[in-house]
Structures are given as C-alpha cells and as structure tokens.
C-alpha cells in the first residue's frame, strides 16, 4: 500500500484531483470535430477570468519554458534591447532565452529570496530609453517570492512604453491575477503547477498593447506564433493538434475553481502559506523569505543548524513526502514545501505532522506538535469553514 502513497508537496509537478484524473482519461475524440470546438468555446471565456483579462488566451502543448520562449519570440527581435528582472532561477530562464534569440539583454539581478523593488527598475528603464520590454517572474519558485507585478507596471509605464511580461508559472490560478487591470502585457503560465494538471500545457495572453507589437515583429516563428493560436481560438479551434487529454482535464479544472470560487481558492491558497510559515516559526527554524513578499504557493525554509539534504531524504524514506531542495547557489542550503493547486489546510497538517518526525529523526530539538499546533491555530482564526 505505502509504496502507492506519494505524498507530493514541490512546486511543481504538483497532485492532480481525482476527477480532473476520470475527465483526461475519457476516450480520444476527434481534434477537428464539434466535440472538440464544443470544449474550446466552454473553455475560453473561463480561463479568461483565471487570467484578469477579456483577451484570448492561448493554449500551446509544450512545458511552461515553451509559453516564455512564446512571449520572447513575438515581441522582440534581434538587435532589440530588453531588460530581465532576475530574482531567482527562473528568472535567469528568460534571460537565457533572450540571449539564444541574440536579444540586447540587460540583467537586474535582486538578492535571492528578496523580491524586486519597483522603483529601482523604473530607474533602470528610465536609463536605457531603449528597452522595449521589461520581464519578470511572478511567484519565483526557486525562493518562494510574489513579486509586485502589480507596482512593477505602474512603475515602469510612468517611463516607459516598454511591455511588461510575466511568468506566472507557479502562481496563476493560486494568486490574484488581474492581467488587464494591473497593465501585464504578457502572461505566461503552464498546466503543471496550480493548475492541477500535469506537465504539457501552456498558456499564454497578450494585451493590446502587446498585439500591437506582435502583428508587426519579424522575428521569425512558426509553432509558437502566437497570431496562430488568437485566429484559431476565435473559430474555437486550435492551430495544431491540441493535447486532448489535457484540455478534458483542464475543464474539469475550471470547474473546480468555479465551484469553490476564484476568491476561496485564492483565500485557501494564503491559508496554507500561513499555516507553513507559523508552524517554521514556532519551531524556530528560519524562513528564506519575509512575510511581506512570500509566495501562497511555495514556502522556502532555510536551515540554520541541520542538513536540508538529510532532511528530505528521511521524509522521503519515512512518509513517501517529496519536498524540493534549493536550485544553484541554494541548493542544500534550503527546502521549499509546494503548496498550490490540489492541496488543502489538511494536506498542510499532514505534511507538517510527519516533517516533525523527520526533523527529531536527524536529531533537529524540537518539540512535537509545536509546529503543527501553530498551523492549528492558524486554521481556527483564519481558515474555518462557518
Ligand atoms: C515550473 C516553472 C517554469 C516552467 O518550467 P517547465 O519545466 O518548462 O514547465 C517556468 N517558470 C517558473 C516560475 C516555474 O516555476
């Protein structure tokens, strides 16, 4: 029975309901036929609101770096100046793409497991007139940081007409994501992180500001021209052979999140970050982020006087537990616990409950149930259905 439990709490792969698992295991339909249009239209208008946009939203089979690659290629072109806020890893993913395109990249590197400062890039763009778009990432997976995406674009537009791109990855559909309003000119998210699938989707919306930009860039593109996937959505149809399985799933999604309501899933999400960051701090063990800029979906904790390592690998051996470890100049120095998508406060308890066990297994001091007992308290004053 054990070896069937696995308890996933990373960022990403993240679980999968079990009905979302039922709808991607219906029979393969056909991708040219009304079935299929049927599903596009229902979802379109659905994602939309997921998104904060009345724009289409593409959907691309590919990962989450195949929908940043998108962004790149439809808006620049070489010789282009660019500006990439890096506050993390994946930060660093939007740069490298910029450079294999031969994009003028500028880098604004933030300390890892600070979020970026609007004002210092408003500054920088002021700068260097000649940017033309500005990218960063939203929830930073590889700290557990929500940049101000928000105050970034207020910042930037008062200097600049640069567009504003995101990589929403592993927050959209966790976070309040109000792409319209807040002025984003691209978001960029995939299906494997809150949004309860697995790997292989990606979505991506572009403003009007941003269309204006695509329909006249010369950087040449074929499968990731986003012009494509906008035309074919409004005949409810996709340019190429869609991922089936994954837009069945990705309805049963939608409904999900309409049956418990963007606004509950949103209030769940900040819950669960409370529950995990009380519990670090009864225990006394540091958090790599502040409150102030931390992430619903992930929480990075940064060891002091134990091994990060030794840790995950006793949860592992003992529960099935997987939690993540730290990426580049992080890694053994920290572990991230995911919290997005398909999991609840009672996940929470259960994953705290057996870290306990973990932490008095490496010989960690600690008090049993400190942890856990702060979480509870959290869920009574925060979290309690009325
Ligand atoms: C997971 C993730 C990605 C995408 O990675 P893929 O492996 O290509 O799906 C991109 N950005 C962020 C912030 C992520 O967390």
Redesign the pocket.
């Known amino acids: 029975m054990l070896q069937d439990q696995q308890i996933l709490r990373i960022?990403?792969p993240s679980p999968i309901p079990p009905s979302v698992q039922r709808a991607m295991s219906q029979p393969m339909i056909g991708h040219r036929g009304q079935e299929t249009s049927q599903m596009i239209k229902s979802i379109g208008p659905r994602l939309k609101k997921v998104f904060g946009t009345s724009q289409e939203v593409a959907m691309i089979t590919g990962?989450?770096?195949?929908g940043?690659e998108t962004a790149v290629v439809n808006i620049v072109q070489p010789g282009d100046e660019v500006l990439v806020i890096v506050t993390g890893a994946?930060g660093e993913?939007f740069t490298k793409i910029c450079e294999a395109y031969n994009i003028k990249t500028h880098q604004l590197d933030v300390e890892w497991g600070q979020a970026l400062n609007p004002a210092n890039v408003k500054q920088f763009v002021q700068n260097h007139p000649e940017i033309k778009a500005v990218f960063s990432?939203y929830?930073?997976?590889s700290t557990g940081i929500l940049n101000p995406i928000k105050e970034l674009a207020e910042a930037v537009r008062e200097v600049s007409d640069a567009l504003i791109v995101i990589?929403g990855?592993?927050c959209v559909g966790g976070v309040e994501t109000k792409m319209d309003e807040w002025g984003i000119d691209l978001m960029v998210t995939?299906s494997?992180?809150a949004f309860m699938l697995p790997?292989g989707l990606t979505f991506v919306a572009a403003s009007e500001r941003a269309w204006n930009v695509i329909e006249t860039n010369e950087q040449p593109r074929f499968y990731l021209d986003l012009k494509k996937y906008r035309d074919n959505l409004l005949k409810d149809t996709t340019p190429f052979t869609p991922a089936l399985s994954l837009l069945f799933g990705l309805e049963q999604v939608l409904q999900l999140i309409e049956d418990e309501g963007l606004e509950q899933v949103y209030a769940r999400h900040q819950l669960m970050m409370n529950m995990t960051r009380a519990a670090f701090k009864a225990l006394d063990i540091p958090l790599l982020t502040s409150d102030a800029f931390a992430s619903p979906t992930v929480t990075a904790v940064q060891p002091d006087d134990f091994d990060a390592e030794a840790f995950r690998k006793v949860i592992k051996q003992q529960f099935g537990l997987t939690i993540a470890g730290g990426q580049q100049h992080l890694s053994g120095k920290i572990f991230r616990i995911g919290h997005m998508g398909y999991c609840s406060p009672a996940d929470i308890l259960q994953t705290l409950g057996a870290m306990e066990i973990g932490l008095k297994m490496i010989g960690k001091e600690i008090e049993l149930g400190k942890g856990v007992a702060a979480a509870q308290q959290i869920y009574l004053k925060e979290g309690a259905i009325v």
Request: proline share 5%; net charge neutral.
């Open positions: 960022p990403g990962s989450g770096t195949a940043l994946f993913r990432t929830c930073e997976t990589d990855v592993s995939g494997q992180k790997a």
